[in-house]
């Protein structure tokens, strides 16, 4: 136990410096000030660095059940910060369009590895009942990172564009000093897979636990409404409503730091017990809530039920995390994981030009009605899961913990 008692820390420390994003508030400035691409330039270039990401997340994940989830992260880690470093400083919309790819697919390596880094970390520790919790903390600390860094990251623009790109990169880089600290756990399985083994035992997987299948939709369908909220349709309903461009940051910071107390709340405001209850009625209540967003006049009141999606996402998150990491065996977790992360990002990739079309046809507030939507779909799938779970035992991860009821 003594051998990875310092894995937990080494990872939060890790994904603190990956998640200083000090580029997020000026990043469509940046590329249309600063290297001169039109709007229309920029959203190519970002719905192609989504599909890039979406066809690389299994089979990277794939590659860390592979050769390990701390390779994985070190490939992942140089390829975010040379990317972002290149992005700052290369001239030309074909070579940042290179070096954004390359962005992209460093992402996708670092994505679900973290995570089930952590997860084999705590069971190899004896500590999976602690996962909910620490996988909270983890959480908070991420959108703490990317608040705070907005904030910072909107000053250094002020003095130069590139400015936040280059810290970014820097910091970024600084997280493998972490990542070469820790000790990866052992395989819980003996010998080493091939690549097309690790695939197929994942597929099989999938096929045999009925509820993976709706858990892992409704995660996806829960998560990207509030990646809409705050990515794509935050900053074009304040300006709309003439809120002053001062204040984004702050904003910004407040809804993340609305996530980070979810994340640390969560597994105190939704108790073992009552998690069925809380994931029936999450999704129709988000509707609710983006349905008011859409029609009430005062950007403040609209704002603190942002910040109210915000908490409520942050509370889920852990819980979501758990319930799919219970399902799971160690020798595929970061397949599925990525697996996971690819229904997210395929679903951003669908619904962020579909959100941006409605928001530039019909002004941003009634995008909100497309949120409230993709919240009856969660619902939906929330009802297909209960009862695909319902109809087959309750699986035990690895053996060694029998999975909560979703």
């Avoid at 920029?42 to 701390?70: C, I, K, Q, Y």
């Avoid at 209850?277 to 029609?295: N, Q, Y």
Wanted: glycine share 10%; with cysteine.
């Amino acid at each position: 136990m003594s051998d990875y008692a310092g894995n937990v820390r080494k990872i939060y420390l890790y994904q603190a410096c990956t998640n200083l994003m000090l580029f997020m508030p000026v990043w469509i400035v940046f590329m249309q000030t600063g290297r001169g691409l039109t709007l229309t330039q920029v959203t190519v270039m970002l719905g192609a660095s989504w599909l890039v990401s979406a066809f690389a997340e299994v089979p990277t994940g794939a590659l860390a059940d592979t050769v390990g989830r701390r390779i994985s992260l070190l490939i992942g880690t140089v390829l975010v910060a040379g990317g972002t470093a290149l992005v700052a400083f290369l001239p030309g919309y074909w070579l940042i369009f290179g070096a954004y790819l390359v962005w992209s697919v460093g992402l996708a390596l670092q994505s679900g590895a973290d995570m089930a880094l952590l997860y084999d970390t705590l069971r190899e520790s004896g500590r999976e009942d602690a996962y909910e919790h620490v996988a909270g903390r983890s959480f908070a600390i991420t959108q703490l990172a990317q608040g705070v860094s907005s904030v910072a990251g909107g000053l250094l623009a002020g003095v130069a564009l590139h400015l936040p790109l280059v810290a970014t990169s820097v910091c970024t880089a600084a997280g493998l000093v972490f990542l070469l600290a820790l000790r990866e756990p052992p395989a819980a399985h003996p010998g080493r897979r091939s690549y097309r083994q690790t695939l197929a035992d994942a597929a099989d997987l999938i096929r045999r636990r009925r509820g993976l299948r709706p858990l892992m939709l409704f995660g996806a369908a829960v998560g990207v409404m509030p990646w809409l909220l705050v990515f794509v349709l935050f900053q074009p309903y304040l300006d709309a409503r003439a809120v002053p461009i001062a204040w984004f940051g702050v904003l910004f910071l407040m809804l993340r730091l609305a996530g980070v107390a979810g994340s640390r709340l969560g597994p105190r405001v939704i108790a073992r017990d009552a998690r069925p209850r809380w994931l029936t009625a999450v999704p129709p209540l988000f509707g609710v809530l983006f349905v008011l967003m859409a029609v009430v006049p005062a950007w403040g009141v609209a704002f603190a039920l942002m910040l109210v999606v915000g908490f409520l996402q942050g509370c889920l998150r852990p819980v979501l995390s758990d319930l799919l990491n219970q399902r799971l065996e160690a020798r595929v977790r970061a397949t599925v994981l990525s697996l996971q992360s690819l229904l997210l990002t395929l679903a951003v990739a669908v619904l962020q030009p579909a959100a941006g079309l409605v928001a530039d046809l019909t002004g941003p507030a009634t995008a909100f009605l497309l949120l409230a939507a993709v919240s009856l779909v969660a619902a939906v799938l929330r009802g297909v899961w209960r009862r695909a779970e319902a109809s087959t035992p309750a699986p035990v991860s690895d053996g060694t913990r029998a999975g909560s009821a979703g």
